[in-house]
């Protein structure tokens, strides 16, 4: 019994310890409340409970069945790298030359969002790249081909591996949704100069992690014509 809760712990702490780091909630709480401007804190509230469910749902997918569907459609995990981390520079791009935001322009806007336009966004951007993007997906694959493809282990322990692995989707759910619900209580305190100096901040780091993620897919789809040392 306590090897079976063992096993389950420690896949559930790859799991959580691998996924957290990357999409970093704490760190997107500014972005959060950029790309939900106009919302109000119910909304917000609403916002933050969909995009827990679909990180949950989308890093189970990609953990259970993402490597299969690459390889079904002949995708390498680089050519993802490289599209999702375009993606991911555009964005951050945006939001670096987003123009900042008062209180007075968020009222203003409060009226265009609806149940409608609060179910849309809750997908993209801000789950999916905001959220899930392409690192934290490549990481996903990678944990799932490793939890069920590795035959060397039993079906039994195989199993016990996913159980764990679907408690950590849930703590990294449960994260997210903490950090994103609290984003506006959180960042109130910096007043709106201090929340756009960090929206800056993080969107400039999201352009470096898009850079980045781009750079490392385009230097694996290098390597075979690299020349030999």
């Known amino acids: 019994m306590v090897e079976v809760l063992l096993l389950v712990v420690k896949n559930a ?27 109000t804190d119910a909304q917000r509230r609403h916002l933050a409970s969909r995009i827990a469910v679909n990180v ?15 390889e079904f ?5 680089a050519a993802v790298r490289v ?12 939001l670096l030359n987003a123009e900042s935001s ?3 322009a968020e009222a203003a806007t409060t009226h265009a969002w609806n149940e409608r336009m609060v179910e849309q966004r809750a997908f993209y951007p801000l789950t999916f790249p905001f959220t899930v993007g392409p690192g934290s997906l490549s990481v996903a694959v990678t944990l799932g081909a490793r939890i069920w493809g590795d035959t060397r282990h039993k079906l039994s322990d195989r199993l016990l591996a996913g159980l764990g692995a ?3 989707v849930i703590i990294v759910a449960v994260v997210v949704y903490a950090c994103f619900r609290s984003a506006r209580t959180v960042l109130g305190r910096l007043g709106e100069t201090g929340t756009n100096v960090m929206l800056r901040f993080a969107a400039f780091i999201l352009l470096c992690i898009g850079v980045q993620i781009a750079w490392e897919g385009v230097s694996e789809l290098l390597q075979p014509w690299r020349p030999l040392p």
């Open 13 to 39: 702490a790859i799991v959580a310890g691998a996924m957290l780091p990357i999409m970093n909630p704490l760190g997107s709480m500014p972005i959060f409340l950029s790309l939900s401007r106009g919302a």
């Open 56 to 70: 949950a749902i989308v890093t189970f997918i990609a953990l259970l069945l993402g490597s299969y569907v690459l």
């Open 73 to 77: 459609f002949g995708i390498s995990t």
């Open 83 to 94: 599209g999702g981390g375009i993606l991911v520079i555009v964005m951050g791009w945006r």
């Open 102 to 104: 008062s209180t007075d």
């Open 166 to 168: 679907i408690v950590g």
